[in-house]
């Protein structure tokens, strides 16, 4: 019986996650970028964030299906126990629980490292089209995240304009947080 297996992104990882991520960038307001980046960016963004954050990757039968990660929210340092995530899962392997165990992982790991917030910014329209469903915010809802902010025609693609929706999650108690490294 073959296993999902969740490990650490690698730069190397890079042309399989952009293969994932350019579905994102080129057919859906998933994701505001206008080009896919290149292989090259991609690898640069791994190890930019994974120097500070969680970046993870799910795996069957030694084939990436999704990807994770936290980033920081804001530079400055009273920022430094919240942290936003994305996430993305391949489309052909959507509702498999690939996403919720990679949550799941990125949320422990995130914890463990003193992170006790974590944002998710997900483009949102009222009425579902051919570029966006209500896919992501129900999947968050679902994994415990609520929604905190919604900010109404603040991204542009395909020629129409898209809401962004803040949503968080707590995961540990902000008193009792240790100091980040």
Same mark, same amino acid.
């Given at each position: 019986? *073959?296993?999902?297996?969740? %490990? ?6 890079? $042309?399989? +996650? +952009?293969? /994932?991520? *350019? ?12 080009? $896919? ?9 791994? /190890?930019? /964030? ?6 993870? $990757? ?17 530079? %400055? ?8 995530? *994305?996430?993305? /899962?391949?489309?052909?392997?959507? %509702? ?5 165990? #990679? ?10 490292? =003193?992170?006790?917030? +974590?944002?998710? =910014? ?9 570029? #966006? ?21 603040? =991204?542009?693609?395909?020629? %129409?304009?898209?809401? #962004? #929706? ?8 902000? $008193? ?6």
């Amino acid at each position: 019986m *073959s296993r999902f297996v969740i %490990r650490e992104a690698q730069p190397d990882d890079a $042309v399989r +996650l +952009l293969e /994932i991520y *350019s579905y994102y960038v080129s057919d859906t307001a998933v994701s505001f970028e206008y080009e $896919v980046p290149t292989v090259e960016d991609f690898k640069e963004r791994i /190890i930019k /964030i994974s120097a500070q954050y969680p970046y993870i $990757v799910c795996e069957k039968e030694n084939m990436i299906m999704g990807y994770a990660y936290a980033s920081a929210y804001g530079t %400055r340092k009273a920022y430094s126990w919240t942290a936003m995530t *994305s996430i993305y /899962i391949d489309k052909d392997f959507r %509702r498999q629980g690939v996403g919720a165990m #990679l949550y799941k992982e990125l949320e422990k790991r995130a914890e463990d490292q =003193g992170i006790v917030n +974590l944002l998710a =910014g997900i483009a949102f329209c009222e009425n579902e089209d051919k570029y #966006l469903t209500h896919d992501s915010v129900n999947f968050h809802l679902k994994e415990g995240y609520e929604e905190v902010a919604h900010m109404k025609t603040v =991204g542009k693609k395909f020629d %129409r304009w898209y809401d #962004l #929706l803040w949503m968080q999650k707590k995961l540990g108690d902000p $008193v009792a947080a240790s100091v980040i490294q």
